[in-house]
């Protein structure tokens, strides 16, 4: 039997990349999305414990179609670590219709449809399982210009509970992980005094990394958190303490 599957969402880039790299350094197997190919993915094809198709986390026909490939691939996934996601401000009274759309059928409504298309297959081909949600901070406190973004985020953790509940019985577990400021492009476009702010801020006295969050992830689809589920995780250098 090979290793234990884990599906990624949108892990070409950014956060997504590195939990790739993590998970397949850590041994795993590996299925991840995007809509399109990136310089990492291509990077990766030749490995044996890596799979890439492109999908869209907007489309189910496309999740669908993915799923099934990468259960063709590697069988059925022990895991699945829901990252894709947008990220548009603006004040509400303002925002245009089509990005709220954008915020919700990404963030929100594809991370629904690819959790349950994962769960059909955990529940007739495994014993156990491990959901992990990148939420964020913004959805557990709330930040101006960022209602609907994080509208999405709190929806994410509102899943968690609910999902940890319904699956709990069948030992899949379902726990949120909710990082604060990392360095990725998501936050390239705060200017020099909103980077100061956020340092200042925060206790450790700078914004994380991707590989901040690498170690929690790891932990959670470990059996060391074998009683760990329906959490948020909160990994954000105290910001929100």
Do not use: W
Not at 41 to 55: H, Q, S
């Amino acid at each position: 039997m090979g290793s234990p599957h884990i599906i990624v969402s949108g892990g070409s880039r950014g956060l997504g990349q590195t939990l790739v790299r993590g998970l397949l350094d850590a041994n795993y197997r590996v299925s991840t999305f995007s809509r399109r190919p990136t310089e990492f993915t291509e990077r990766l094809a030749g490995e044996g414990n890596f799979f890439f198709a492109t999908a869209d986390a907007s489309d189910s026909p496309s999740l669908s179609a993915f799923v099934k490939s990468a259960g063709a691939k590697f069988g059925c996934p022990y895991g699945l670590i829901n990252c894709a996601g947008v990220a548009i401000d603006g004040v509400l009274a303002t925002m245009a219709e089509q990005s709220i759309d954008k915020l919700l059928s990404t963030n929100l409504r594809g991370m629904i449809l690819l959790t349950k298309l994962v769960v059909r297959r955990m529940l007739v081909g495994t014993s156990r399982g491990v959901i992990l949600n990148i939420s964020s901070i913004i959805g557990v406190r709330g930040y101006s210009g960022l209602s609907v973004y994080a509208s999405t985020k709190a929806g994410m953790d509102g899943m968690t509970r609910a999902l940890a509940r319904e699956l709990g019985p069948r030992r899949i577990r379902v726990n949120s992980i909710a990082p604060g400021y990392l360095e990725t492009e998501m936050t390239r476009g705060l200017d020099q005094r909103q980077r100061e702010q956020i340092v200042r801020r925060t206790p450790l006295g700078r914004l994380g990394v991707p590989d901040d969050i690498v170690g929690p992830v790891l932990f959670l689809f470990s059996d060391a958190a074998s009683f760990i589920t329906g959490q948020i995780i909160v990994v954000d250098g105290g910001i929100t303490t």
